[in-house]
């Protein structure tokens, strides 16, 4: 069965620093994976979606970055965090036809202070 | 602007009520629209997908409407239980496009 692994599951950075998140998909291949935001309160931000290997596609013009260096593996980056990066991180996997929906991560907390 | 409207924030029913969510959307074409059910601090958990051709789609006690004219889709959980409390997101998938935008989503409350 397929599972998705995300983490960390919570953490606390100061501003200016760097973050790194790390997302794996397990028991598929070629997965079209996705990171996405939620603020308190409020819906599901997209952010980077990717449909393979060094192919990134973003909708969120930010210091956030994304990369896919391996088939079932997605990275959210950050060269230095601000106060609005703050939010729930959540990674997510889908089949190329997405009948199935979306698979969540079971996200990660960022508090920025 | 593109906008997808879920009908309220929160909905308090009784135990053994049926709940009835409502996903509005402008200026989108979906392929698919999509509910999850969401618990706090949890990631999303997928529950129904229902296609632009199709009217109605039911699992268990679950039942999704779609209406293309209306741009509407209506989401039922019958006979509730405190279990069913979470927040509900309805999401469109354009197919065309290797995303999917989500609504706010609505926070269900089923008291006992």
């Known amino acids: 069965s397929q599972t998705i692994h995300q983490w960390p599951a919570t953490l606390v950075q100061p501003v200016g620093s760097p973050l790194s998140l790390e997302c794996t998909v397990e028991g598929t291949s070629n997965p079209n994976l996705y990171w996405y935001r939620q603020a308190a309160g409020r819906g599901l931000q997209l952010l980077f979606y990717?449909?393979?290997?060094?192919?990134i596609s973003s909708e969120v013009p930010q210091n956030l970055s994304a990369s896919r260096p391996q088939d079932r593996q997605f990275i959210l980056s950050s060269k230095k965090l601000l106060l609005s990066d703050s939010g729930f991180y959540l990674c997510a996997w889908s089949g190329s036809g997405r009948s199935r929906g979306y698979t969540f991560g079971s996200g990660t907390r960022l508090t920025v202070v | 602007s593109q906008k997808i409207e879920q009908n309220s924030e929160a909905l308090n029913i009784q135990e053994g009520k049926t709940a009835t969510l409502t996903c509005n959307y402008t200026n989108y074409s979906p392929a698919y629209l999509q509910w999850y059910r969401q618990d706090p601090g949890r990631g999303p958990v997928f529950l129904l997908l229902?296609?632009?051709?199709?009217k109605e789609k039911r699992k268990e006690r679950l039942k999704v409407t779609f209406d293309t004219t209306l741009k509407q889709s209506l989401f039922h959980i019958t006979a509730s239980q405190p279990a069913d409390s979470a927040t509900y997101l309805c999401?469109?998938?354009?197919?065309?496009?290797?995303?999917?935008?989500f609504g706010a989503g609505t926070r269900l409350t089923v008291k006992p």
């Open positions: 990717s449909v393979g290997i060094g192919q």
């Open positions: 999401a469109l998938d354009m197919y065309n496009n290797n995303d999917m935008r």
């Open positions: 229902i296609r632009e051709n199709e």
